[in-house]
């Protein structure tokens, strides 16, 4: 009889047969703070070009 095993190349960890996922606990919590950093990079990425774009926008605008 197989045993589950993590689907992670390198982690492989032994998953109870009853385990709903295909990765354990900890390799599932890696790839959450993965994408968690990538959402916050981009998102302060979008609040440094918007804050750009404002100000020279703002700046064509009252110039005559």
């Known amino acids: 009889m197989e045993t589950k095993k993590c689907k992670n190349k390198k ?16 390799c599932r919590n890696e790839q959450v703070n993965s994408v968690k950093k990538i959402i916050k990079n981009v998102g302060s990425g979008v609040l440094v070009l918007g804050a750009i774009l404002t100000r020279n926008i703002k700046g064509k605008k009252f110039k005559k």
């Open 11 to 26: 982690c492989q960890r032994p998953l109870p047969k009853e385990y709903k996922y295909k990765y354990c606990e900890n």
